[in-house]
């Protein structure tokens, strides 16, 4: 089984300020997905950005951007801008095609303060 | 489009007792999973199904039974349910191709006493 790992926990940021969030995975795969998922309170899992790992050049949505290292098995989530909104629990997950098999992180609680 | 629906909400089980959890998408997607997420641990899957007839073992399937006669249709089957399955429960689903978004449900909450 594939293996991701988010260590932190907990994090908290200032409105208007940048914060980035960790995600390591294990994997011998060369072909795989990689996706960010927010969860705010309401409990609703949302899709936030996703990265092809045969793809180097990173992906962008708006103020959310990754820096995808593939040789050191990274895929960091990073939040410009940061808005209240953005408070929620976010998780990290790994795909490997053609399957629909999604290995998640433990998740990081995400704090925007006022 | 109502996406992914999943009823119920929540529920309360005593020990031992069975019921199913039941999942429907209205987008003629594919693949459809379960997945239980408990604090700390994030989500793990618990049986996926990649079409009508075809369904196969997720991380953690003990206790758990699926079908999948339909394409909009997979419910989760919960036999004998004991305290260790109370957690909340997603349902989700997915087109084919794989870059194609995973979309999910808004969730059952389930206790077992």
């Known amino acids: 089984a594939q293996t991701v790992t988010q260590s932190q926990p907990e994090m908290s940021v200032q409105e208007a300020e940048t914060v980035t969030l960790s995600c390591t995975y294990d994997?011998?795969?060369?072909?795989?997905?990689l996706f960010w998922y927010k969860q705010p309170p309401s409990r609703q899992m949302i899709l936030v950005i996703r990265?092809?790992?045969?793809?180097?050049q990173n992906a962008t949505e708006n103020r959310f951007s990754v820096n995808f290292q593939k040789a050191a098995k990274s895929f960091s989530l990073k939040i410009s801008d940061s808005q209240l909104g953005d408070t929620a629990m976010y998780f990290c997950?790994?795909?490997?095609?053609?399957?629909?098999?999604?290995?998640f992180g433990t998740g990081t609680s995400l704090t925007v303060i006022p | 489009n109502a996406g992914v629906t999943q009823t119920p909400k929540f529920q309360v089980l005593k020990t031992g007792q069975s019921m199913t959890l039941q999942c429907a998408q209205d987008?003629?997607?594919?693949?459809m999973s379960w997945y239980r997420q408990d604090p700390g641990m994030g989500l793990r899957l618990i049986h996926y199904?990649?079409?009508?007839?075809?369904?196969d073992q997720g991380e953690v399937p003990n206790g758990y039974n699926v079908s999948r006669s339909t394409t909009e249709d997979f419910p989760l089957r919960l036999l004998s349910a004991a305290p260790s399955q109370t957690s909340v429960y997603f349902c989700?689903?997915?087109?084919?191709?794989?870059?194609?978004?995973?979309?999910f449900g808004p969730g059952t909450r389930l206790t077992v006493l």
């Open positions: 989700a689903s997915r087109g084919g191709g794989s870059y194609n978004e995973q979309f």
């Open positions: 994997t011998s795969e060369n072909n795989y997905y």
């Open positions: 990265q092809e790992a045969y793809k180097q």
């Open positions: 997950a790994f795909m490997k095609p053609p399957g629909n098999q999604f290995y």
């Open positions: 987008m003629n997607h594919e693949y």
């Open positions: 199904s990649v079409g009508a007839g075809i369904t």
